[in-house]
């Protein structure tokens, strides 16, 4: 399993951004997927996650309501789109997939994950 991150980058406070991450190696639409991030000197945070058949999601709380996390299966790709963006979203983007249907909050839970991709907002 590969997974491709990107749509990271720089960006003021208030503006907005949108992930993608691309999966490639096995069939897409059977597993949760979830995006997570780390900021420098803490610790890997959930952020949002959604089923195979993108029915669930689930929101990390600091970002509910502006976060919106989505899969287009045909395409193989999950996305985060990531409004109305503070300075305290600044991190290192993470993509993972786990071997459920389902979505999780914990980390301990995927299987695969991306490269990362950088998201910094300027106050």
């Known amino acids: 399993v590969q997974l491709q991150a990107s749509g990271g980058g720089l960006v003021q406070a208030g503006g907005s951004l949108r992930l993608s991450c691309a999966a490639s190696?096995?069939?897409?639409?059977?597993?949760?997927m979830g995006w997570f991030r780390q900021a420098p000197g803490k610790e890997r945070e959930f952020v949002a996650s959604?089923?195979?058949?993108?029915?669930?999601?689930y929101y990390a709380d600091s970002v509910r309501g502006r976060f919106t996390i989505s899969r287009d299966n045909a395409k193989n790709t999950v996305f985060l789109r990531m409004n109305n963006l503070n300075p305290e979203d600044t991190a290192v983007y993470y993509c993972a997939q786990r071997t459920a249907e389902d979505g999780s909050r914990g980390s301990r839970d995927y299987d695969y994950w991306g490269q990362g991709t950088q998201v910094t907002v300027s106050s």
């Open positions: 959604i089923s195979g058949r993108g029915i669930f999601t």
């Open positions: 190696g096995r069939p897409f639409s059977r597993y949760g």
